[in-house]
């Protein structure tokens, strides 16, 4: 079990991310440090876009990970095993029916019940020739919310998918615990295994999906995602595209 002395929580913040990084910066951080906001109010996600959330109706936390043992070109296995970790967490609550959607959304019957977003921070130049030392791994979990922004496409919370009210705190110290202990196997090199396991909660793994790139939107089958965290698909070519360069049309 980890300390969970390691945990700071604030009563709001602009963004966990952003005060977990200042801790590197600083000089203040440690490993296995978990940063809990019981509200967030410009909270970072993929593709910069922000995400809020107000106190008591989700998780808003931000892991640091001592990432010196790792290679730069292993940026996409933490990725692949925190998204793991928080797919087990919120399956034990859905009954098995959540699924990892490229790169490192949650999804619940199509629709998107936790997002999660990695900075890294290195010791010079960019981070295919610095050293990786810290990363950050922000995580954003709908647990207690039954309204949502309008402007939110697609949003499902753990009160809507179960029916019952959940302890915010609670549940962020039984992800965090998941999480830490995937990134234990990382260190210990199980990457063969938490690659099969992603692959095997990839969603909509060998169905039609509707892309959009730039402004056009077409149909492809989603075959894989390879360990630099390209997806993979299959329409009258086979297509390779990198985090950003496509958007889903759900």
Same mark, same amino acid.
């Given at each position: 079990?980890?300390?969970? !002395?390691?945990?700071? &929580? $604030?009563?709001?913040?602009?963004?966990?991310?952003?005060?977990?990084?200042?801790?590197?910066?600083?000089?203040?951080?440690?490993?296995?440090?978990? =940063? &809990?906001?019981?509200?967030?109010?410009?909270?970072?996600?993929?593709? !910069?876009?922000?995400?809020?959330?107000?106190?008591?109706?989700?998780?808003?936390?931000?892991?640091?990970?001592?990432? @010196?043992?790792?290679?730069?070109?292993?940026?996409? %296995?933490?990725?692949?095993?925190?998204?793991?970790?928080?797919?087990?967490?919120?399956?034990? %609550?859905?009954?098995?029916?959540?699924?990892?959607?490229?790169?490192?959304?949650? %999804?619940?019957?199509?629709?998107?019940?936790? !997002?999660?977003?990695?900075?890294?921070?290195?010791?010079?130049?960019?981070?295919?020739?610095?050293?990786?030392?810290?990363?950050? =791994?922000?995580?954003?979990?709908? +647990?207690?919310?039954?309204?949502?922004?309008?402007?939110?496409?697609?949003?499902?919370? $753990?009160?809507?998918?179960?029916?019952?009210?959940?302890?915010?705190?609670? $549940?962020?110290?039984?992800? %965090?615990?998941?999480?830490?202990?995937?990134?234990?196997?990382? $260190?210990?090199?199980?990457?063969?295994?938490?690659?099969?396991?992603?692959?095997?909660?990839?969603?909509?793994?060998?169905?039609?999906?509707?892309?959009?790139?730039?402004?056009? =939107?077409?149909?492809? +089958?989603?075959?894989? =995602?390879?360990?630099?965290?390209?997806?993979?698909?299959? @329409?009258?070519?086979?297509?390779?595209?990198? +985090?950003?360069? &496509?958007?889903?049309?759900?």
């Amino acid at each position: 079990m980890h300390d969970t !002395g390691f945990f700071k &929580i $604030l009563d709001s913040v602009d963004s966990t991310n952003n005060y977990a990084m200042a801790n590197v910066r600083q000089g203040m951080a440690n490993h296995g440090m978990a =940063v &809990i906001a019981k509200a967030q109010t410009a909270g970072k996600g993929q593709r !910069g876009k922000t995400w809020k959330s107000t106190e008591g109706q989700s998780i808003a936390m931000s892991l640091i990970l001592k990432t @010196d043992m790792l290679r730069t070109d292993q940026q996409f %296995y933490l990725s692949m095993c925190m998204a793991l970790a928080a797919n087990d967490f919120l399956n034990k %609550y859905t009954g098995g029916q959540t699924a990892i959607k490229w790169p490192n959304d949650l %999804y619940w019957c199509d629709r998107k019940a936790a !997002g999660m977003l990695i900075e890294n921070a290195v010791s010079s130049g960019q981070l295919q020739t610095g050293n990786w030392q810290w990363a950050v =791994v922000g995580i954003g979990v709908n +647990v207690n919310q039954t309204d949502f922004d309008p402007s939110l496409p697609n949003p499902v919370s $753990l009160k809507q998918i179960t029916g019952k009210e959940y302890d915010i705190i609670a $549940l962020a110290l039984e992800l %965090y615990h998941l999480m830490m202990n995937n990134f234990d196997k990382l $260190l210990e090199k199980n990457y063969r295994e938490l690659y099969a396991a992603y692959l095997q909660q990839l969603y909509k793994k060998n169905e039609k999906v509707r892309l959009k790139k730039e402004n056009a =939107v077409f149909e492809t +089958v989603i075959k894989s =995602v390879n360990t630099q965290g390209q997806l993979i698909t299959q @329409d009258a070519i086979e297509r390779v595209f990198n +985090v950003g360069e &496509i958007e889903w049309v759900l």
